[in-house]
């Protein structure tokens, strides 16, 4: 087994900078700051705030690390309904799954299910830390590939 290569075939490592460069290339700062030019409060943040965006970022780049313990010990049960269903679209809303923003998450897809700490929810993708072998790896996954979660 490559020990590089996700387990399986809908899970997908993202180029997390690569994203944000590319993103915001076309703006002013060019993508090196996020929240409006000159500085003023990103993402309605208090005044006086500036060169943030939203929590776990600076200047634009991801300084939220993975959480400093474990995950919960316990696996939460799936849902009956979504146990049953062989067959399906899966389409999480971001705005749903945003909640979950730097919380213990358990998500669930098609062949797989593991603990999740989210820092980005993207309009199509999720990137965060994934609880892999006793330690926290980042990793990144579309939305499109998830069948449910819940965040605690």
Do not use: K
């Not at 634009?60 to 400093?68: E, H, L, R």
Request: proline fraction near 14%; charged fraction near 10%; charge should be positive.
């Amino acid at each position: 087994m490559n020990h590089n290569q996700p387990p399986y075939e809908d899970e997908r490592q993202f180029n997390f900078q690569g994203m944000l460069d590319g993103l915001f290339s076309g703006f002013p700062g060019g993508g090196q700051q996020f929240g409006p030019p000159g500085g003023g409060p990103p993402f309605g943040g208090p005044p006086g705030q500036t060169g943030g965006g939203p929590p776990g970022f600076q200047g634009g780049q991801p300084s939220a690390g993975p959480p400093s313990s474990p995950p919960p010990s316990f696996t939460p049960s799936q849902p009956q309904t979504l146990q049953s269903q062989q067959f399906g679209v899966y389409a999480i809303d971001p705005g749903a799954i945003r909640r979950c923003l730097f919380q213990f998450t358990y998500i669930w897809l098609r062949r797989d299910a593991f603990w999740f700490f989210p820092v980005f929810v993207g309009r199509n993708s999720i990137a965060g830390f994934r609880w892999y072998r006793n330690r926290w790896v980042y990793y990144g996954v579309d939305l499109d590939r998830i069948q449910s979660f819940q965040c605690y």
